[in-house]
């Protein structure tokens, strides 16, 4: 059984990028590209790691990635965060997500944090 992880990324080409560079690792991926979709996305795909931007348009994903860190429902849920801001700010960010990864993303980063959190549950 592959693996299951969401994508939530509001830019559509960088969400096309995020599903073909997961699919080529043979993980089962659904991407979304509306933060309002979060909720049902979750609860029907039943994924095993979440992937999502921090700046979603009107929605801040450190705010999602909290949210659902203090939920019972999904509080074991790995989540990484993508962002464009450089690496000196990343680590300025307060939030519960497991990993914080910048743009543009670097494959072998994304792909170990991945692989990582799915088969380790380590945290980065």
Do not use: W
């Amino acid at each position: 059984m592959l693996e299951k992880i969401l994508v939530l990324e509001d830019d559509r080409s960088n969400l096309e990028i995020l599903k073909i560079m997961f699919e080529s690792e043979n993980y089962e991926v659904m991407g979304i590209a509306d933060a309002a979709l979060l909720q049902k996305s979750l609860n029907d795909f039943r994924p095993d790691l979440l992937v999502m931007d921090i700046d979603l348009g009107d929605t801040d994903g450190r705010r999602l990635a909290n949210d659902l860190k203090t939920s019972i429902a999904y509080n074991s849920l790995p989540i990484v965060l993508v962002t464009a801001l450089g690496y000196g700010e990343i680590a300025k960010i307060e939030c519960d997500a497991d990993a914080i990864l910048a743009k543009p993303l670097d494959v072998d980063s994304m792909v170990l944090a991945v692989h990582t959190l799915l088969y380790n549950n380590v945290l980065i």
